[in-house]
């Protein structure tokens, strides 16, 4: 059991120190669209190479972050169902929603990806405007990283389930445990 808390440990290290990390491309992504409209309505000029960059920044990041939101628990999810339930049956909803529906939709998305982006790589693809920015093979390559990030992070949730179904959720540090049961805290109040 120890082993499953550290491999939730560690897979939820890299997917914050990744999803940290590329969320300063945000930052980029501003700076870049900014000197596009000054130098597009100041200046009268634009390089499509700056506009593509800014594109493909915003595509790399969010497809960087997204196993980061996924330990964050900023996903989607029908919380009609989810907010309300126990623990325990939010640990079966987390067990069966990546087994069924996360780590296969995240294997479709490499084998189907994998031509796509090694195909790129092999003539060193570049943007298909002329003036655009060279290296497309490589922002192709962040659908590799998002798949392998989201389903990293879904392995890390489905450990983390099966831990708190065998009443070990103890092994965890406070932050990726589930929060509280937000109803069993209101019990003792009503």
């Known amino acids: 059991m120890q082993a499953i808390a550290n491999a939730i440990r560690i897979i939820s290290a890299i997917n914050a120190f990744v999803g940290r990390t590329a969320s300063w491309l945000a930052l980029g ?3 870049a669209c900014f000197t596009v409209v000054v130098q ?12 593509d960059l800014y594109i493909w920044l915003n595509g790399a990041m969010f497809t960087a972050v ?10 989607v999810r029908v919380d009609i169902f989810y907010r309300p339930a126990s623990i325990r049956k939010k640990a079966v909803i987390d067990l ?11 294997g479709v998305v490499l084998v189907y990806s994998w031509p796509f982006v090694a195909r790129s790589w ?10 655009g920015m060279p290296g ?14 989201v389903a990293l992070q879904g392995i ?13 959720e103890d092994l965890l540090p406070e932050h990726l445990r589930y929060p509280p049961d937000e109803d069993a805290s209101l ?4």
């Open 29 to 31: 992504i501003v700076i």
């Open 40 to 51: 597009r309505y100041v200046f009268g000029i634009s390089y499509l190479w700056l506009r």
């Open 66 to 75: 997204a196993g980061f939101a996924l330990l964050r628990g900023d996903h």
């Open 96 to 106: 069966i929603g990546v087994v069924v529906f996360l780590l296969p939709f995240m």
């Open 122 to 131: 092999s003539y060193m693809e570049g943007s298909s405007n002329v003036g």
């Open 136 to 149: 497309l093979y490589v922002l192709k390559s962040f659908i590799i990283v998002f798949a392998v990030l």
């Open 156 to 168: 890390a949730m489905a450990l983390r389930a099966t831990l708190v179904l065998a009443d070990r």
């Open 187 to 190: 019990e003792g109040t009503l």
